[in-house]
C-alpha cells in the first residue's frame, strides 16, 4: 500500500459544484501539503499544514480551503469549482525534524471542471 | 520570498552522454535543496538532497548533484545517460526553520534519446 493516498484518482465535475480531495498518510508525519500541478508552471503550493491546529494559505489558496481532521488526514475543498481549477492535485507529508528532511508525495488527483 | 528557476524548459540528450539538468535558487539564509523526479501518470519520487558541506550530493539510480553557494546553482548530473532517465524534473528549496515551505520550479523535461 502507498504511504500518501489519494482520493479520487480522476475526477471531472461541473462548474460550480462542490468538491473534495482527500488525502491519507501512514508515514506518521506532522506537515501536509497541498499542491496543483500546472504544465510549465510546475508545483504551486495550495496549503500547508506543520500539525492538525496549524493550516497556512501558501501562494494560490484562493478559491480552495483545507481540513486537516487527523494527524494523518488533511482533505482540499474546492467550494465552487471553476475550469480554470482543471489540475493535477498532489498531497504531500514531510516529518517536522528539520528543513533538510525531503517530502513524500502522492499519486496525485487529475480534476477537470467543465 | 525564495524561489528556483530552473531554465531550460526542454533537455535532450543521446544516450550513453552526461547530462546536466540545472536549477538556481534564492533563499534567506542557509539552503535546503532537494531534486525530485516525475513519471508519467505518476507522483513525484525524491531523488537527491543537499547535505551541508558536501558539494557533490550523489542520490538514487545513479544521479549527483553538484552544489555551487557562490553561483546559487545546485545542477543535476549524470554521467551516462539511459533511456529510461527520460522524465521531468524538478528542483526544489526549502528555506531554514520557521520558513519550512517547500517551493518548486517549473521544471525540466528530460528526454534521452537512443
Known amino acids: 500500500d502507498a504511504d500518501v493516498t489519494q482520493t479520487p484518482r480522476n475526477r471531472i465535475t461541473k462548474t460550480g459544484k462542490r468538491i473534495m480531495l482527500e488525502c491519507s498518510q501512514t508515514?506518521?508525519?506532522?506537515?501536509m501539503y497541498w499542491y496543483r500541478q500546472d504544465p510549465g508552471l510546475g508545483l504551486r503550493l495550495i496549503y500547508y499544514?506543520?500539525?492538525?491546529?496549524?493550516?497556512n494559505k501558501g501562494e494560490i489558496s484562493d478559491g480552495y480551503s483545507v481540513s486537516r481532521q487527523a494527524q494523518a488526514k488533511f482533505s482540499l475543498s474546492l467550494e465552487s469549482a471553476i475550469p480554470n481549477q482543471t489540475a493535477l492535485y498532489f498531497c504531500?507529508?514531510?516529518?517536522?525534524?528539520?528543513?533538510?528532511?525531503?517530502?513524500?508525495f502522492g499519486q496525485g488527483t487529475r480534476l477537470t471542471v467543465v | 520570498a525564495q524561489s528556483v528557476a530552473q531554465p531550460e524548459d526542454q533537455v535532450n540528450v543521446a544516450e550513453g552522454n552526461p547530462l546536466t539538468v540545472k536549477c538556481t535558487y534564492s533563499?534567506?539564509?542557509?539552503?535546503?535543496l532537494f531534486w525530485y523526479v516525475q513519471y508519467p501518470n505518476r507522483g513525484l519520487q525524491f531523488l537527491l538532497k543537499?547535505?551541508?558541506?558536501?558539494?557533490l550530493v550523489k542520490g538514487s539510480y545513479g544521479f549527483e548533484a553538484e552544489f555551487n553557494k557562490s553561483q546559487t546553482s545546485f545542477h543535476l548530473k549524470k554521467p551516462s545517460a539511459l533511456v529510461s532517465d527520460s522524465a521531468l524534473y524538478f528542483c526544489?528549496?526549502?528555506?531554514?526553520?520557521?520558513?519550512?515551505?517547500?517551493?518548486f520550479g517549473t521544471g525540466t523535461r528530460l528526454t534521452i534519446i537512443p
Open positions: 508515514k506518521g508525519h506532522d506537515r
Open positions: 533563499v534567506s539564509g542557509n539552503p535546503y
Open positions: 504531500a507529508t514531510s516529518d517536522g525534524r528539520g528543513p533538510n528532511t525531503e517530502a513524500f
Open positions: 526544489a528549496v526549502r528555506g531554514h526553520f520557521g520558513n519550512e515551505k517547500l517551493t
Open positions: 499544514s506543520f500539525d492538525v491546529k496549524d493550516i
Open positions: 543537499y547535505i551541508t558541506g558536501d558539494n
